[in-house]
């Protein structure tokens, strides 16, 4: 089981260019969810998907847009990044939104200049 | 909206002190999740409690859930190096809020 895999590690974007983080699971899981990780404050929920063809919106979602076309992909767009978007991000993944563990993937370091 | 707050920000202990971290939410919680994050690295899930009181351990780490639901606590005792990293407490009231971490620091 590789769990959950993120793709790319490290990003350099420019501002106004656009990217995709990609985050797939292999464990069946029906809840997934974006996180960005900014020093001193913790893990800010970005958009979560409760199962394929559902998508709602966390904390911080401006800027980022999601689809979840299957169980297993959960991709994160940036649509024009911006230096406030230079952060850690992670997707995670669960059996369902809050009953069980989170299972993370190992994160995408992304640099907006 | 639910906030979780968590004290401290940051902790250093020698090695062989013991840690506490504290977990504060706004509203009452279904459950609560703790994390561990090691540095340069992902969280990790560690535990999960549901019921008011509750009371589990996993070696030298002791987790509790308050018993009006808004608040836990994790103790390590002991600490070693190996313990180095941030714990989260996440708090579940049907959305998933992540506390800011503790840091924890171990000199040997």
């Known amino acids: 089981n590789a769990g959950v895999t993120q793709t790319p590690k490290f990003q350099v974007l420019k501002t106004g260019q656009s990217m995709t983080l990609q985050c797939a699971q292999d464990?069946?899981?029906?809840?997934m969810s974006w996180y960005r990780q900014d020093p001193g404050m913790g893990l800010r929920l970005i958009h979560y998907?409760?199962?394929?063809?559902?998508?709602d919106q966390g904390e911080v979602p401006n800027g980022y847009n999601v689809s979840r076309s299957t169980t297993e992909d959960f991709p994160l767009r940036l649509l024009s990044a911006a230096p406030s978007q230079t952060s850690v991000y992670f997707c995670?993944?669960?059996?369902?939104?809050?009953?069980?563990?989170?299972?993370f993937g190992s994160g995408t370091r992304l640099t907006v200049v | 909206g639910q906030q979780v707050m968590q004290i401290p920000q940051y902790q250093h202990v020698q090695e062989g002190e013991d840690f506490t971290t504290y977990c504060n939410s706004s509203?009452?919680?279904?459950?609560i999740q703790w994390y561990k994050q090691r540095p340069g690295g992902h969280p990790v899930f560690l535990i999960q409690l549901v019921k008011s009181g509750e009371v589990k351990k996993q070696k030298r780490l002791t987790f509790q859930f308050g018993e009006a639901k808004k608040n836990s606590s994790l103790h390590i005792t002991a600490t070693q190096t190996t313990d180095v990293g941030t714990y989260f407490c996440?708090?579940?009231?049907?959305?998933?809020?992540f506390g800011a971490g503790t840091r924890l620091t171990v000199k040997p």
């Open positions: 995670a993944s669960s059996q369902d939104i809050g009953g069980y563990g989170y299972t």
């Open positions: 464990m069946n899981h029906e809840y």
């Open positions: 998907s409760v199962g394929a063809g559902i998508t």
């Open positions: 996440a708090g579940n009231n049907n959305d998933m809020r």
């Open positions: 509203t009452t919680l279904s459950n």
